[in-house]
């Protein structure tokens, strides 16, 4: 009998080592590494299912190709098509790309499924399609479509969790759009390791994105999240498919953003809004709208900011509070802010401000539950933190972008012509920008006050 290789794998960077060690040579993880069964040694160990599922190695889509040169290849635009949702195409790059595969990740109960049902049920209206589950039974896909009103005469549904068969299976009704829900319960018999492990889910992350390429089939894989709201599984797994979103949102919160993480196809970064209703995930075509809907009584603390999300503007409102401490060591929280970055700002705005709120709590949030990883927010975050010290409101109609370097300096931004038509589109009338992002023109209806110095900053809202 052939005696099965192994390896072991970092779980962090998918570097591979013969023997296990306790650290990774090439990211300096400890304990990272896990044993990865690859299989039986002999090629004839393998079933001629598995074969025709993509599992010889040579070339990119499993068959060899000549070279060509690049001035050769045509240009033409890839031939997407439209998944029946806005605000899913624009975070996929305008469309689904046929040949792709898509992994899409959020937490238990984001609405994975209940996303990936819909757009399946849409698509399958006009081309074949096949939804496979394997989390649950058909059933339970069943009763969800019916309670969210989804036509469900024309989607095939296939619960299974070997890859071989699921493979199969494709081959025979040839789908133009698959599902498998989700990639952390899939298996293949080639394996001797439990669904779920890093080699299981390397490998059959293989073989489908081998099927996709060869077929032109596109393929949403489902994926789990860690604790701490990474994706499970290999890192490998993420460098293999085209393109990788997530869908986030809290529990108490009706409205889920869903981000591009990485996309062969288009913008990273990229923001889409949904609204979770009875009637499942509703898109947002105005998200501006919904992260502005303030409290009708004026407070301190309060500034609006205009961040960039992908390829569109957005307003967000961002609250600070800061207040006397009891404590030997005062506390600095932040809630869809880098906390890092929350403390170096406090520390310019001591030393080029002038304001000391080292004996002060500070907790800063951004309304609507948005992640802002941009450092356009800086100069809109101190300006909140220095209101709400001060017990001083900031004018409503007044909207805040910039970045605020270390000697106080403001830096400019991206896009700062658009982020201003857009805060004027929503009815503001004044706002503070770094001075090299001041408008070319007269923007009608708006003052813009363009400063170099977190200090003219600051005299502008006393």
């Known amino acids: 009998m052939a005696r099965s290789k192994t390896a072991f794998v970092c779980n962090d960077c998918g570097s591979d080592y013969a023997k296990w060690q306790g650290q990774c040579n090439d990211c300096g993880a400890w304990n990272t590494l896990s044993e990865v069964r690859l299989g039986p040694a002999t090629a004839g160990a393998r079933s001629t299912t598995t074969a025709r ?24 635009d890839l031939p997407r098509f439209s998944s029946g949702a806005e605000e899913f195409d624009r975070v996929l790059g305008g469309g689904l790309v046929p040949g792709s595969t898509i992994l899409v990740g959020g937490n238990p109960g984001a609405g994975k499924s209940t996303l990936l049902l819909q757009t399946m049920c849409h698509l399958a209206a006009g081309m074949e399609a096949l939804y496979i589950t394997g989390e649950e039974s058909l059933q339970q896909v069943a009763m969800r479509a019916r309670r969210l009103g989804l036509a469900t005469d024309k989607l095939r549904l296939m619960a299974e969790t070997n890859v071989e068969a699921i493979i199969a299976a494709a081959d025979k009704y040839r ?31 293989a073989f489908l994105t081998r099927f996709a390429k060869q077929t032109g089939t596109v393929v949403f894989l489902v994926g789990h999240v860690t604790k701490d709201g990474s994706l499970a599984g290999p890192k490998v797994l993420e460098h293999m498919i085209d393109c990788s979103i997530l869908l986030e949102g809290d529990h108490d919160s009706r409205f889920r953003t869903l981000r591009g993480q990485k996309n062969r196809f288009g913008a ?129 109609d007044m909207v805040i972008f910039g970045e605020v370097g270390l000697s106080g300096e403001i830096r400019p931004v991206p896009s700062g012509q658009e982020r201003l038509a857009e805060a004027a589109k929503h009815g503001f009338r004044r706002a503070i920008v770094p001075r090299a992002n001041a408008p070319r023109g007269q923007i009608k209806g708006m003052q813009v006050l363009a400063v170099s110095r977190l200090a003219e900053a600051l005299a502008a809202v006393e």
Request: net charge negative; proline share 4%; hydrophobic share 45%.
């Open 53 to 76: 599922a993509g599992g010889s190695r040579g070339g990119y889509t499993g068959t060899l190709a000549e070279a060509r040169l690049l001035a050769d290849i045509d240009l033409k």
């Open 175 to 205: 789908p133009r759009v698959l599902v498998v829900d989700s990639i952390q319960v899939v298996h293949s018999d080639d394996l001797n390791s439990a669904p779920g492990s890093v080699s299981q889910v390397r490998e059959c992350a």
């Open 268 to 396: 990273v970064n990229e923001l889409g809004v949904f609204a979770m209703t009875e009637q499942g995930l509703r898109e947002v075509r105005n998200p501006s709208a919904i992260f502005l809907d303030r409290s009708s009584e004026p407070a301190s603390g309060s500034a609006v900011m205009v961040v960039w999300e992908g390829t569109r503007p957005l307003l967000v409102e961002i609250q600070a509070l800061v207040d006397e401490s009891a404590l030997g060591n005062p506390r600095r929280v932040a809630v869809g802010l880098e906390q890092n970055r929350l403390a170096m700002l406090l520390a310019v705005l001591h030393r080029h401000g002038g304001l000391q709120v080292g004996d002060q709590d500070v907790f800063a949030n951004v309304v609507g539950g948005v992640k802002v990883l941009e450092t356009s927010a800086d100069l809109a975050l101190l300006l909140a933190i220095v209101s709400s010290f001060r017990d001083r409101q900031l004018p409503r």
